[in-house]
């Protein structure tokens, strides 16, 4: 990732005396741009206008942009009243939350605020938003469309309004205490006291970088003020069909953060196991296959199709710490290993402890269910231990 700082006074020149480089801003507004150069000269003008006369601020762009984005901003930077750095990404991890994440990184004031670069937001609010996390004593405070005086006018069209209500429906009702008291989770317009988020927990994909502040690292104090969504300045809007996957990915990743949760989804996937399980055993009967082979290779079906749901939807931030490979030996190692070990585990529970069948081959059932989720958790998806050479010599 390539660093650039420009602000009035040549910021960036290393000639210049650090007695001249502006204090940082008790606001930094962080900016996530990817492909906005018709925007972002209209946004700083809008922040030159509403911010410094109130607030002292600082301006962060974490730019992913494949035009000449980072060259308007640099550009338009010495017009500035206030010190504009430009972090240009060179992989854009984590879309548009990543950058938001980088931002909050490089942040220098106390209060960070984010907003989109597309002028949808408008920057007047600014002040407000602050001094109302100030007032109430509030870490994050929220513009939100949906509180009284608030409006999604801005929403191009009727498609984009009811998929902006639909997320937020589904976002609320997956996590109803979490977003307690925000109305609009969806919003990407925020302020958030740096003090109450750790940018290492955080695991963004995609857009909604509030959600992710709100599930993984939620203040305690939670206030908002309604905003009015206007219409974009120029370019066209990024939400794709694409991103709504990826949304609804880091919703599946969000909501299978607890070990809980995560034994729920991998019993759900494992039943649907099931259905290709019993598909290839009727099928190899019927082509004249005894049964006892049959079950042994129809059940390698089920364990691909669990293999694979498991790597799609559960385990998919986790796939890194191992080649794909090495995942799929442990994995169907640990199925099969279910089967050899429930039926003397059935026996064990009705020779030795006076168990019917049906009660131990249920018990059977749980224990062993357990055991594999815990041993797919701790064998194929947890990050390898790595000894370093100097942790060795320690040892000695």
Partial sequence: ???????????????????????????????????ESGNVRRLLDLITESVPARLPCEVVFVDDSTDDTPDVIRAAAPDCPFPVTVLHRDEPSGGLGGAVVEGMRAAGSDWIVVMDGDCQHPPSLVPELVATGERANAGLVVASRYVKGGSRAGLAGSYRIAVSRAATWLTKALFPRRLHGISDPMSGFFAIRRSEVSADVLKPLGYKILLELAVRSRPQTVTEVPFVFEERYAGESKSTAQEGVRFLRHLAGL??????????????????????????????????????????????????????????????????????ADRTARFALIANADLVLRIPLIALLVG??????????????????????????????????????RTARSDA
């Fill in 1 to 35: 990732m390539s660093h650039e700082s420009t602000v009035p006074g040549e910021l960036g020149n290393p000639a210049v005396d650090a007695s001249e480089v502006p204090e940082p801003g008790a606001v930094t507004i962080v900016v996530p741009t990817f492909n």
């Fill in 255 to 324: 909501r299978t953060a607890s070990p809980l949760a995560r034994m729920v989804v991998f019993g759900l996937i494992g039943l649907s196991g099931f259905i290709p399980n019993l598909a290839a055993l009727w099928a190899l009967t019927e082509a004249g296959v005894h049964y006892l082979p049959a079950e042994i290779a129809a059940n390698q079906f089920g364990v691909a199709w669990n293999f694979l749901l498991l790597e799609r939807l559960l385990f998919r931030d986790r796939r890194r710490h191992r080649h794909w």
């Fill in 352 to 389: 030795q402890f006076g168990l019917a069948v049906l009660p131990a081959t249920a018990l059977a059932l749980v224990i062993t269910f357990v055991l594999r989720f815990a041993g797919t958790e701790a064998l194929v998806y947890l990050p390898r231990r790595r000894r370093t050479a």
